[in-house]
């Protein structure tokens, strides 16, 4: 594990100030360390062997003072350096991923645990892990600086055996740090499969799964124990050395100090001060190694932060949108993984017209509305919109004169209200959006009218009944184009209707494209525009 | 309270609890043994006696020295599987509790929350085991000793020391929940919320860039960041605090140990050569108390997880209880449906049907229409026991279904939702979780059947191939009709479809519906469709 990656600089500006802090506390801790441990030596000397009185206690106390103080500042520094970077790690991860745009595949449970657990992780990291790594550069230093004159002896088995620690550290690293990343891969999976399997909770109990559903989670949870416990025990036997060098050390030290005491080659408050200051020499490579493994967490969520944040955005234009034909021009998009292409498309459709757009189920209709949207860019061909390829447009300046009812809108868990005006409107336009869509009378049947609260995806409503919020959300927004995707589906005969004679009405002075399976709504087009299917090659 | 009711759980593997503790006092008492023994044996030394006078506490300064890391080897590795198994069993357990209440009975919470208890929270046990219990618990047995011991030479230094660390172990938690006003508690929820923010702009990217929502969304998630780096920043004083309160006991002790053994030493009641001894003690000892209020933060994070995942035990269930004895009724090959008179809602106080009756006979063919929010889904709810009628009664060949074990009715009722959820996973096994054991030939002829083989075969990877959350690498209609060969490959004998063609184009809905009425056999069915076309030759129930 490296120490620090110097990408956490560069994206958590927190960081480094941080470290100056942490490296200025440091030096200080170590100062009043080593004052410390000569005070204490002199005091119990005088008092044991020349007879002293009670000491001077003023001294000590002023120290111990200073080093809580110390320890109050390294605390808080240290806290709040954590919370600061992990929220501008979380803000620019959420940010980009945002900016990646909804044809991006990493699963949302995984992005929410890497925002969420992930990050949190850092907080040893900043607070046990780095502080302790500086102490455990500054500590020995500075005592072996000041403990050479004093004692060669033990100058020297500290000097022999503290780099020790840090060679085989760094091997323990090397063998831990895919561990520990797999860890937290496993984690951020478990996470989002928890996600999937609680949205399909019911599916599973109408299959008689949920049961076995239980003994799988009881398995993987007992894999991951397994798997953790295998990483933990290579971590922890880490620590088991370190402490085991440490410790080992210190006891050799003391048996040392007290044997050349026998023979009165040392002198007693010598040898105390090297007792109090040998562990302390140790501890911060202890607890480094103690620390280890919750600050390898840390910075294995780090890393996937840094991959998100380093997948490059879609290259956005920045032209004005114009007016105009909207142009499919042998276009051709493609996913990965399929060996048909989703879509192809050719077709001129003028400002003013109602399209239908048919063909059967997965001709490509709800892409062609995605690539005019600009979420999927063409393989191959150009979309332009007034003689502008749309790809040089700005997104959102595009998206704005879009009016658009996917299949299957998303329904915040909010108010009826909220669902309509996604970005807030005055309560008339809502109604009157909704009234259009024909979706006025179940509101105001429902307990608390518009502010009635909906759940996730909408629960709480019939699937007719969102797809009219949804409608309802196109009609608030004035767009001169408007991209409707089935916008008859799952309504009776009756509602599909009146719904269709709101789309007329809405239709007047815009260009209307509709993905369209029912025949009465297709009649309601201008023209049909028939997608081939993949199935059967385009021009066929 | 929470204590009693997480004992079961603790129960199975209090024995390597207790095993963890003993290993942890152990380390922790050779790491104060350590000090103390060296301690003496430098006084001693300088006193310069016979090196033979010396071998006892020479060896054991070395065994200590070896002894403790072992030790603080064991106590984790131990520690940490105990923390793991009980973890395991309680995310079992929660899910058993989730999969009782759902759906109707987890219409208050959010999906990504829920799944937020399950991971993250559930997690919350391992902290409270491994950095809870198991370091106050060796604290307490390694504090006990030292007070005695240091006590038994300097009686005011013991008390000191019994005093300072009372104050590190429970003074200073009690300041920090005055301080923080329970900041650690508030990041929980907090963070359920993060999850949930996340989640739902994620799923609706699209829509919120369409309609400019996109920036306000991600300012509510920083919104929530706010406030989470707000509680941290209040943990921040509070961590502060009790590091300061730590280093100060710990030089309170030394200090009153150095100037009251000085005392003593004077008046000839404590031996010179054991001041080292009283004095520096007690900072071994702190170093293993010192990570207590530390401790007790997480105790307070702990505990809210805990809340929450009580939360979801203490929520009431939408079933009513099957009385002592749920009957497990034998039903003939395909049992008679009745649903007569009934009302139902899924919130209270909000009636979604009323005065509902249908009769689905063995093998029947009947359609139930009307229009958009009149129920339809409510009706399908009660047959596959989601729900309990509110008035009147369902009953399966005459048994009233509120007496029948739920999975029992399941494994007789087979319901496609209109809403029906795939799998992040692949088309096979979206469809194997109708039936586990299903061969090949039988996913492709259930596939068939929903008239969707003929694209799966288009596909590089075939069957294998995955089909995204919530299936958005699938067409609206590829999704339905998978939906729909998935409860074909089920056994169910009794079937409900919710609009299995929505999506389709009419010529193939039409003739999807006649192939699916055949292909039931003698399976009864009860469509819930809005095309006019397929009620030919249906039994029709309006709504
Ligand atoms: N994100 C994706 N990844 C891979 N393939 C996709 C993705 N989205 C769509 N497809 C595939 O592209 C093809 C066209 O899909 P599209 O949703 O455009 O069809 P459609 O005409 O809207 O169908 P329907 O009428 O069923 O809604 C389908 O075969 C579908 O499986
Ligand atoms: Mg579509």
Redesign the interface.
């Known amino acids: 594990m490296k120490p620090l990656d110097p990408r956490l600089l560069r994206y958590a500006r927190a960081t480094r100030a941080y470290l100056v802090a942490t490296v200025a506390l440091g030096a200080v801790h170590a100062a009043l360390l080593i004052t410390l441990a000569f005070l204490?030596a002199d005091?119990?000397t005088g008092?044991?062997?020349h007879?002293?009185?009670?000491?001077q206690?003023l001294p000590?106390?002023a120290?111990?003072?200073a080093?809580?103080?110390v320890?109050?500042?390294?605390?808080?520094a240290?806290?709040?350096s954590?919370?600061?970077v992990?929220?501008e790690l979380?803000?620019r991860l959420?940010?980009h991923?945002?900016g990646l745009?909804?044809y991006h595949?990493t699963?949302?449970?995984e992005?929410?645990?890497l925002?969420?657990?992930g990050l949190?992780a850092l907080d040893a990291y900043f607070?046990r892990y780095l502080p302790q790594l500086v102490l455990s550069v500054l500590v020995p230093g500075l005592l072996l600086a000041r403990l050479l004159p004093a004692d060669l002896i033990a100058t020297l088995t500290i000097a022999v055996t503290l780099p020790l620690i840090p060679v085989f550290m760094a091997l323990v690293g090397m063998h831990t740090e895919a561990a520990t990343k797999r860890q937290f891969r496993l984690?951020a999976r478990?996470?989002?499969h928890?996600?999937?399997?609680?949205?399909?909770?019911?599916?599973?109990?109408?299959?008689?799964?949920?049961?076995?559903?239980?003994?799988i989670?009881?398995r993987i949870?007992?894999e991951?124990?397994q798997q953790?416990?295998r990483t933990?025990?290579t971590a922890?036997?880490s620590?088991?050395?370190l402490?085991?060098l440490a410790?080992?050390s210190?006891?050799?030290v003391?048996?040392g100090?007290?044997?050349r005491?026998?023979?009165?080659e040392l002198?007693?408050a010598t040898?105390?001060t090297v007792?109090?200051l040998a562990?302390e020499a140790y501890?911060p490579l202890r607890e480094v190694g103690a620390n280890y493994h919750a600050s390898a967490e840390g910075l294995a969520a780090v890393e996937e932060v840094f991959a998100i944040l380093e997948t490059p955005l879609p290259a956005e234009g920045g032209a004005a949108p114009r007016d105009g034909a909207l142009v499919f021009d042998q276009v051709e998009v493609r996913?990965p993984?399929?060996?048909?292409p989703a879509l192809r498309l050719s077709a001129t459709i003028e400002p003013g017209e109602i399209v239908a757009l048919?063909?059967?189920?997965?001709c490509g209709?709800?892409?062609a509305l995605?690539a005019l949207?600009g979420?999927v860019s063409p393989a191959s061909g150009t979309i332009t919109v007034g003689g502008v390829d749309r790809e040089t447009i700005a997104?959102?300046a595009w998206?704005?004169k879009?009016?658009?009812v996917?299949?299957?809108?998303?329904l915040?868990?909010g108010t009826v209200r909220e669902n309509i005006a996604?970005?807030g409107a005055d309560h008339d336009a809502v109604v009157e959006a909704a009234r259009l869509a024909g979706a006025d009378t179940?509101i105001a049947a429902l307990?608390d009218g518009y502010d009635t609260l909906l759940?996730?995806?909408g629960?709480?409503?019939?699937?007719?009944?969102r797809?009219?919020i949804a409608l309802a959300?196109a009609f608030l927004?004035d767009a001169p184009i408007v991209l409707l995707?089935?916008p008859t589906?799952?309504?009776?005969?009756?509602?599909?209707a009146e719904v269709m004679d709101a789309i007329r009405r809405l239709a007047h002075g815009r260009t209307v494209l509709i993905a369209a399976?029912?025949?009465e709504l297709i009649a309601l087009a201008d023209r049909e525009l028939r997608l081939a299917g993949?199935?059967t090659p385009a021009g066929a | 309270m929470t204590v009693l009711r997480a004992y079961p759980l603790i129960k199975p593997a209090a024995g390597r609890l207790a095993l963890a503790v003993l290993a942890g006092a152990g380390a922790a008492g050779a790491a104060v043994a350590l000090t103390a023994v060296s301690a003496w044996l430098i006084s001693r030394a300088a006193l310069h006696p016979p090196v033979l006078h010396l071998m006892v506490a020479i060896v054991a300064v070395r065994a200590f020295g070896l002894s403790r890391g072992v030790l603080r080897y064991l106590e984790r590795l131990i520690g940490h599987d105990a923390a793991f198994r009980i973890l395991g069993d309680v995310r079992a357990r929660l899910f058993t509790r989730l999969e009782r209440l759902a759906p109707a009975g987890l219409a208050d919470f959010r999906r990504a929350d829920l799944a937020q208890r399950l991971a993250a929270d559930v997690d919350a046990v391992l902290d409270l085991v491994t950095r809870v219990a198991l370091p106050y618990a060796v604290a307490a047995v390694v504090g006990l000793a030292a007070v005695l011991v240091v006590g038994a030479l300097v009686p005011v230094a013991g008390l000191t020391l019994a005093v300072a660390l009372l104050v590190v172990a429970i003074g200073v938690p009690l300041l920090q929940r005055a301080a923080a006003r329970r900041a650690d508690g508030r990041l929980a929820p907090l963070r359920g919320e993060l999850t949930t923010g996340v989640v739902d702009l994620l799923h609706g990217l699209a829509d919120f860039s369409v309609y400019g929502a996109q920036q306000s969304r991600l300012s509510r998630l920083d919104d929530v960041d706010a406030r989470m780096t707000q509680a941290s920043r209040r943990s921040a004083n509070v961590a502060g605090l009790s590091a300061a309160v730590t280093v100060l006991s710990t030089g309170v002790c030394v200090l009153v140990g150095l100037a009251a053994g000085a005392v003593a030493v004077r008046s000839g009641a404590l031996p010179g050569e054991l001041l080292a001894l009283v004095v520096l003690t007690p900072m071994a000892v702190f170093e293993i108390a010192g990570p207590l209020p530390m401790a007790a933060q997480t105790y307070v994070s702990a505990r809210a997880s805990m809340r929450r995942l009580a939360e979801l035990w203490d929520a009431p269930s939408p079933l009513s209880s099957l009385g002592s004895s749920p009957a497990t009724p034998v039903f003939s090959d395909i049992p008679e449906i009745r649903v007569e008179n009934v009302t139902a809602g899924w919130v209270p106080g909000r009636t979604a049907v009323s005065g509902v009756s249908l009769t689905l006979p063995p093998g029947g063919r009947v359609a139930l229409v009307g229009p958009s929010g009149s129920g339809k889904s409510t009706v399908a709810a009660l047959l596959v026991r989601f729900l309990d009628p509110r008035a009147g009664r369902v009953t399966l060949d005459g048994t009233d279904l509120r007496s029948i074990v739920p999975e029992r009715v399941r494994e007789v009722v087979g319901y496609l939702p209109e809403d029906a959820y795939l799998f992040d996973t692949t088309i096979g096994d979206n469809l194997r979780i109708a039936r586990p054991d299903a061969t090949g030939a039988a996913l492709e002829q259930a596939l068939a059947s929903a008239r969707l083989l003929d694209w799966v075969r288009t596909l590089p990877d075939g069957l294998d191939t995955l089909v995204g959350e919530h299936g958005m690498a699938l067409s609206g209609g590829q999704r339905r009709r998978l939906a729909l060969a998935r409860i074909l490959l089920g056994d169910a004998r009794v079937l409900i479809l919710d609009e299995p063609t929505e999506h389709l184009d009419d010529e193939t809905a039409g003739e999807l519906t006649r192939d699916l009425l055949a292909a039931a056999g003698h399976r009864s069915v009860l469509l819930i469709t809005h095309r006019e076309a397929d009620l030919d030759g249906l039994d029709v129930v309006r709504l």
């Open positions: 204490l005091a119990i008092v044991f062997l007879g002293a009185g009670v000491p206690l000590l106390i120290v111990v003072a080093r809580s103080v320890a109050w500042l390294q605390e808080v240290a806290t709040r954590a919370a600061a992990k929220s979380r803000r959420l940010a991923v945002a745009g909804p595949r699963p949302a449970g992005i929410a645990t925002a969420g657990h949190d607070a984690l478990l996470s989002h928890f996600l999937d399997v609680v949205a399909g909770l019911p599916t599973l109990k109408l299959f008689g799964r949920a049961g076995a559903q239980a003994g989670i009881r949870s007992g991951q124990r953790t416990m933990l025990r922890f036997l620590s088991l050395v402490e085991l410790t080992l210190v006891a050799l003391a048996v100090i007290g044997l005491l026998v023979h009165g002198d007693l040898a105390l007792l109090i562990p501890r996913f993984g399929r060996a048909e048919t063909g059967p189920s997965g209709k709800s892409t995605a949207l979420f997104p959102t998206r704005s879009i009016a658009w996917p299949q299957r809108p998303h915040i868990a996604l970005t179940f307990p759940g996730d995806a629960s709480g409503l019939s699937a007719g009944q797809q009219r959300r927004k995707d089935e589906a799952n309504l009776d005969t009756t509602t599909a399976h029912r025949p993949s199935l």
